[in-house]
């Protein structure tokens, strides 16, 4: 494979172009992608049972999502520390234990960076953390969560990942 070439540089991410490669009409004709580093996806569980989400401004969906903590793995940090990392940013939660359940990737197609799937246990909040303006900590119940996802409400699919390697990895459900 030739040398990925920049079209766009961002803080977040970088737009390449590469070679379509060999299942194409045309192997050499362009193909864009987003390479961008490893990510983590933390499903936070308070000391008190309850799950913790965010809920903040997605721009490129032109509206407010509820989803876990999720971020960038910052470099020289290992998956665990960037979750402990991440939860804390976006919800003031300190997590005491933090237990590393697989890796995988969302949009193959197009996305090169992999997301790391964790799940945060006896999470207690830190009673002087100011959360950012455009940014919402929800505390649900179990029973809460499994209605969204049953009625289609809640939309993050690096969550449902988490859940399904939580039951295969930790044997274990979330919803008792």
């Known amino acids: 494979m030739s040398q990925p070439r920049a079209v766009l540089e961002t803080p977040w991410f970088r737009l390449e172009t590469v070679p379509a490669g060999p299942a194409a009409a045309d192997p050499a004709a362009p193909y864009y992608r987003i390479a961008q580093p490893d990510g983590v996806v933390v499903l936070t569980v308070a000391a008190d049972g309850r799950l913790v989400f965010v809920r903040q401004y997605r721009p490129a ?28 940013e976006e919800t003031g939660y300190r997590c005491g234990e933090v237990t590393y359940l697989g890796v995988g990737r969302s949009l193959m197609n197009r996305l090169t960076g992999r997301e790391h799937m964790l799940i945060a246990t006896d999470g207690r909040k830190d009673p002087d953390f100011a959360p950012a303006e455009n940014i919402e900590i929800v505390e649900l119940d179990a029973g809460e969560f499994r209605r969204m996802i049953r009625d289609g409400s809640y939309e993050q699919m690096a969550a449902f990942a988490v859940l399904f390697m939580i039951q295969e990895k930790l044997g274990r459900g979330v919803f008792g």
């Open 61 to 88: 969906l032109g509206y407010y999502s509820l989803e876990i903590p999720a971020g960038f793995i910052d470099a020289g940090e290992t998956p665990e520390d960037a979750a402990r990392r991440e939860v804390f």
